[in-house]
T-cell receptor, first 110, second 117 residues
Framework: DAKTTQPPSMDCAEGRAANLPCNHS???????VYWYRQIHSQGPQYIIH???NNETNEMASLIITEDRKSSTLILPHATLRDTAVYYC???????????FGQGTILTVHP | GAVVSQHPSWVICKSGTSVKIECRSL??????MFWYRQFPKQSLMLMAT?????????EQGVEKDKFLINHASLTLSTLTVTSAHPEDSSFYIC?????????????FGEGSRLTVL
């Protein structure tokens, strides 16, 4: 599975959009981009995933560059409850296991 | 999303005893379940892959005789930490994927925090 690079930490003001970047320059054509988050002392929570098109759901939007070498997770109106570690993971859909990197610690402040 | 439940959510045990953690998929059949371990301020590390009706596959460095995994049904996998020691204290998390038709998202349990005294 391709390796990802994320900034170790980011801050965001409550109510503003949080844009979390992820680099995955070695991604293969059949690998998806997945985003999960982990709030302190809880199991990871699935957010969104995509292959090459931009995706949006009730939680977030995922923007994938045309060359698929990077992506951005957008939380449109961050709240204090969005403070968590956000993991960007790329893998082939059928491979099963997820390999977690260090992620980005997002802190949303009042 | 699909629901995965773990039990117990936390457990304290004495050194040398064994502890069993259950992972259940509540609203779907999970052909494969994964067990992770997370130490404080670290990321999740995959321990093993559990397939229903067959032996688990362990990651390098994980002792299969110490961490016994049983996946006897499509909705239940168990992790037993045998002869637990303080260094086994950790946050254990399971995840599950359904059978076919999806694009691979996994769903995670709430985690089980083990403290070995």
């Amino acid at each position: 599975d391709a390796k990802t690079t994320q900034p170790p930490s980011m801050d965001c003001a409550e109510g503003r959009a949080a844009n979390l970047p992820c680099n995955h320059s070695t991604i293969s054509g059949n690998e998806y981009v997945y985003w999960y988050r982990q709030i302190h002392s809880q199991g990871p929570q699935y957010i969104i995933h995509g292959l090459k098109n931009n995706e949006t759901n009730e939680m977030a939007s995922l923007i994938i560059t045309e060359d698929r070498k990077s992506s951005t997770l957008i939380l449109p109106h961050a709240t204090l409850r969005d403070t968590a570690v956000y993991y960007c993971i790329v893998r082939v859909a059928s491979r099963g296991k997820l390999t977690f990197g260090q992620g980005t610690i997002l802190t949303v402040h009042p | 999303g699909a629901v995965v439940s773990q039990h117990p959510s936390w457990v304290i045990c004495k050194s040398g005893t064994s502890v069993k953690i259950e992972c259940r998929s509540l609203d779907f059949q999970a052909t494969t379940m994964f067990w992770y371990r997370q130490f404080p301020k670290q990321s999740l590390m995959l321990m093993a892959t559990s397939n229903e009706g067959s032996k688990a596959t362990y990651e390098q460095g994980v002792e299969k005789d110490k961490f016994l995994i049983n996946h006897a049904s499509l909705t239940l996998s168990t992790l037993t930490v045998t002869s637990a020691h303080p260094e086994d204290s950790s946050f254990y998390i399971c995840s599950a994927s359904g059978s076919g038709g999806n694009t691979g998202e996994l769903f995670f349990g709430e985690g089980s925090r083990l403290t070995v005294l």
